[in-house]
């Protein structure tokens, strides 16, 4: 296994020192062209050197350049994100408030369905809705072979 | 090919030869390389950046793999990625076709 010298060293002290991003993301960049760089010196069939291998991979700056514009890309993806949430919660605010308006009421507590009242009738009559469907059935009726 | 004609194409050149099979950095170059039989010229240290950028936009994962006592990132196409890369592919047959249709009478 061939051994980097203090050019590869400088080289990655040097793209290290001009990456944006958290540390985390910058030492998975380091460490991916350190293993770049050693996987080329194994394969240097040709003896073209190190220095060669180093102007390969483009000079830091280059490096550096297109990492931040992977960064840019990333921030504004995230932007765009918010503020899509951000839209949909103000949506969803304004309906709240259009239904409130409207003298709506909040939708009925499936715990307690008597407390619906029809306009043609105040006696409490068993609710056949979906909710009133959904509660538990007695044990007996669950098919519950034990 | 020159810088700007491999850039505008990257993506669509990093997914396929994701197709094959997961690789790391270096076989990615390398396979690129060997399949345009060394047409493209570029710094080799700006893929890493856009296999981020893929990566971020989950159209390939990745993991470190531990191999001949070195530790690699592999990247693999995710599904999304295979979308993406069938919608490149068919932009990219549209634009050949037309720059034929008109270089070739010429």
New interface residues.
Partial sequence: ?AERSDASERYLEQ?SSLLVGSAR?RR??C???R??I???LDRDDGGSGELQILE????PP??AQ??S??CH??RS?QRRRIALLAAAGATAGLLAVAQHAQGGQAPRDCASPTTHHSSSSRHHTPDTSTCATMRLRPAQDSGDPS | MGRDGFSGHLDLLLLASLRERPMHGYALIEHVRRASSGHFDYPEGTIYPALRRLEDQALVRSRWNDADGRKRRVYALTSKGSRALEGQQAEWKRYIGSVQAVVGHG
């Avoid at chain 1, 390969?56 to 000079?59: D, I, K, N, R, T």
């Fill in positions: 296994m793209l993301e998975r960049l460490a991916e062209i293993s770049h050693d996987d080329a390969q991979l483009g000079s280059q490096i297109a990492w514009a992977r890309s990333q993806r």
